[in-house]
């Protein structure tokens, strides 16, 4: 079984700038969610999609970040205008139900903001 | 005050020594518990869940003391490749949101 994938692996873009990365789940899991950490920070919820439709976006920190999940398969995370603050790693995972904690994480896409 | 809190690191321990690690919440209504484990610049990979109960995997055993929102693993006849963060994580309320503590990290040394 494939796991979750996220492109691009690392992104090193200036202040101002925009960026989209991409997170394809598991197959046939409805549930993906967004996470990042930022250095040292603990790993924080961003938002949770159940298929196409955002269940909870109660971590996005900001409206420079949109999160889209069209046709409930694969997900993008835009960030625009990208500052300082945004560096980290961003994780998606997926899960087939809710609730539980047995999350797949994808190695996560590693955004520096210079 | 953070919702999930751990012990800070690193634990530096021989092979073959037992470690523990603590993690308390501040949440009471919490409902689900887990033990997560990060290699460096990996991914979070789940170890275990925590059940009330008490629950044990290998080496591994995890408890839930609800009353004191507390809790532990146990990490018997340390490996090198036990190398790693280990993540205290909750779910308050069975929904898809999960609370990390912040890790803490262990080498295993020779």
């Known amino acids: 079984e494939a796991g979750v994938t996220q492109f691009p692996s690392h992104s090193v873009i200036e202040k101002g700038q925009t960026v989209t990365l991409r997170c394809d789940p598991i197959?046939?899991?409805?549930?993906l969610y967004w996470y990042r950490r930022v250095m040292g920070k603990e790993i924080k919820f961003l938002l949770h999609?159940?298929?196409?439709?955002?269940?909870?976006e109660s971590g996005m920190p900001n409206n420079r970040f949109l999160a889209e999940r069209t046709g409930g398969t694969y997900s993008t995370l835009k960030v625009q205008p990208a500052e300082l603050e945004d560096s980290g790693v961003y994780f998606c995972?997926?899960?087939?139900?809710?609730?539980?904690?047995?999350?797949?994480f994808g190695s996560g896409t590693r955004l520096t903001v210079v | 005050r953070k919702e999930v809190e751990q012990d800070p690191g690193p634990f530096n321990v021989p092979e073959g020594a037992t470690v523990a690690f603590n993690c308390t919440y501040s949440?009471?209504?919490?409902?689900?518990f887990f033990w997560y484990r990060q290699d460096c610049r990996k991914e979070p990979k789940l170890l275990m869940s925590?059940?009330?109960s008490g629950n044990e995997d290998g080496r591994f055993t995890a408890q839930l003391n609800r009353a004191s929102q507390y809790i532990s693993l146990l990490i018997r006849d340390s490996k090198l490749s036990d190398s790693a963060t280990y993540l205290c994580?909750?779910?308050?309320?069975?929904?898809?949101?999960?609370?990390f503590g912040q890790g803490t990290e262990l080498s295993v040394k020779p």
């Open positions: 999609f159940v298929k196409e439709s955002k269940q909870d």
């Open positions: 949440n009471s209504a919490s409902q689900s």
């Open positions: 925590v059940y009330s």
């Open positions: 995972a997926s899960s087939q139900v809710v609730g539980g904690g047995g999350y797949t």
């Open positions: 197959s046939g899991h409805d549930n």
């Open positions: 994580v909750v779910n308050k309320d069975q929904g898809g949101k999960l609370i």
